[in-house]
Structure formats: C-alpha cells, structure tokens
C-alpha cells in the first residue's frame, strides 16, 4: 500500500528549515564539482557542450577548452546557475546530510493532500527528469505509481519530459514505488510564487526547489495554491552558503577553461583547492574517470540518482 490513514495537519505558509551540517567537507566540494560536470555533460541544450564532439561520450577538460572559442564558458555560465541546479539538489540530497529536508517536504505533501505515505515507503532518491537531459533516460521504469493519486490517462512520458526532478519514494521490500515531480530553478526561484508560472506547468508537479532573493543565509518553504493545485516550496536564498559555494565552484570552471591548467584559481579553502588542483593535474583525463574520482568523496559514492541504482539512501521516514 501507498497510502496509510488519511490526516489534515496543515503548516504555515512560511517555515525556515533546521540549518544544513556539512559533516564531511571534501563530500561536499566533490558535489559541488560533479553536479557542474554533470550539468555539462548531461544536459541537451547548452549552446556550447561536449555533447556536439565526435569523441562524446569521451571528452576531458582541455578538449573541451581547445575545440570551442576562447569565452564560451561566459556565454554558458548563466544556463549552468539554472540548469546545474537540477543536478546539484539531486546529488546533495541522495546524500544522508539533506535527508531531514526531504522528509519535511514528504511530511508537507501530506498535510496538503490529506493523506500519508505508507510506512512501508522506506527509501528515497532523486533523478534528474525533463526531455532535455539525458540522465532522464528510462525514468518511467524506476516507479510504479505517480502522486497525486489521479488518472495520469497516459501522460507519463509528459510528465518526465516537462519537469525538473523526480523523488521517488520505494518499499525496498517488495519494490512499490511512488513518484513525485517537481520544478527546480536555480536563478529565478520568485516565479514559484506567479500565477503564470504554474499555469505552464504540469498540474502533477507538486513541489519545487528554488532560489530567491534574500540576504538572510535562510532556507525556508513555502506553500501555494495555483490553478487548484497545493504545491510545497523549498526555498534557499542566494546568499545561503549551498548557493554561495556553488558559484564559487562555476567561478572556477570559468577560471580554468579560460586560463588553462598552468594557473591555480586563487583560493584559501584546503579542501575546495584539492578538487580544482585535481582537475588542473587531470586536464587530459577521460571525464568518465574525473567522474569516478568524485564519487569516491561523496558520502561514500551514494548517487543514487547518476548511477546504476544499486545503492540506495536508507531514511526512516517512520519517525514522523
């Protein structure tokens, strides 16, 4: 079963979250450097991207620099701010430090639509969807139903091709599994809040993840109703410092792809200058191997979402 016993337990509109711990800091740099090279490796409509080489899916950092013009890294770093969102929230929170989050986010899904998730849902983990990334790939065969529980009439495929990330929550006993879509948008989170923004998007996407104005460090959610849909809200203001530090890890993608590897990018951070030192002194490595690198450092190389699904986040989404 999917569902237990309905409850109506509504929040407030506007709730900050409990503080983010980075229990491991190289996890945390390693993230951050994966995501940016997922995003580049993944992701379908950058204007300049590796995905357009004759040696893709092989490519690596200096043939990325040598066969495209000098700036290109200037005309794509705004798309990489929005779009790299996606991967990062998918990569941080398959890791246990974001686990809390998401269980409040589950636990506010609840409270909105009334009803509660089966205990049985043991599990979760993040994918990036939408038709234009590639890691969507075969989405439709890692769940079994789609919250809200409603008539999808065959739309499925629809439904991941316009959407931005996917939690799927899943029995690890018997394999039932529920899928829950949402937005991310990584550089105008304030279109969650317009009537006009979710007007365009699908009436199953129930959550988004975003990032708004603010120079309070906060991250809170919000909740909405537009066009009869209840939606729940994950907000992060850009000078939290998840959002800080992820700039500073495109700041210095920019750095290196237009200065090459002979120049460090200037940094007083011990375990930030490991990852970009590592990717100077791997500048000819296969990306695929600059990959591997990475996962080693993250939490353990919990992805569930980039990888084979073999690993999974155990979470005890009893203890609501």
């Known amino acids: 079963m999917i569902l237990d016993t309905m409850r109506s337990n509504k929040r407030s509109i506007l709730t900050p979250v409990d503080p983010v711990l980075i229990p491991d800091v190289k996890s945390y740099w390693a993230t951050h450097f994966y995501s940016v090279l997922k995003c580049i490796d993944s992701h379908k409509n950058l204007m300049y991207s590796p995905r357009r080489f004759n040696e893709y899916p092989v490519w690596t950092l200096g043939l990325l620099r040598g066969n495209l013009p000098f700036n290109f890294f200037e005309h794509i770093e705004n798309y990489l701010k929005n779009w790299g969102a996606q991967y990062f929230f998918a990569s941080f929170f398959n890791q246990k430090l974001g686990g809390h989050i998401i269980i409040e ?3 506010r899904l609840e409270d909105l639509y009334g009803v509660c998730f089966s205990k049985n849902l043991d599990t979760f983990s993040f994918y990036v969807s939408g038709n234009d990334s590639s890691l969507s790939d075969k989405l439709s065969d ?4 789609v919250f809200p529980f409603k008539d999808l009439d065959g739309a499925v495929n629809n439904l991941i091709a316009y959407s931005d990330l996917c939690l799927i929550v899943e029995n690890s006993f018997d394999g039932s599994s529920v899928a829950i879509f949402g937005e991310v948008e990584g550089s105008y989170g ?3 809040r317009t009537e006009s923004y979710w007007g365009k998007k699908q009436e199953f996407c129930v959550f988004g993840i975003g990032v708004v104005d603010g120079n309070q460090k906060q991250v809170y959610f919000e909740e909405s109703h537009h066009n009869g849909i209840d939606r729940v809200h994950l907000l992060f203001e850009k000078s939290h410092f998840l959002i800080r530090d992820f ?6 993608f920019r750095w290196l792809l237009m200065n090459g590897p002979n120049r460090a990018y200037p940094s007083t951070d011990e375990e930030f200058d490991f990852f970009s030192d590592y990717m100077r002194a791997n500048w000819g490595a296969p990306i695929e191997q600059i990959f591997q690198f990475l996962e080693k450092f993250i939490d353990g190389g919990e992805l569930v979402g980039y990888n084979s699904g073999d690993i999974q986040i155990i979470t005890d989404l009893q203890a609501t």
């Open 142 to 145: 890692r769940f079994t139903e």
């Open 105 to 107: 986010l589950l636990e």
């Open 247 to 252: 700039l500073k890890v495109l700041d210095c």
């Open 190 to 192: 304030n279109k969650f």
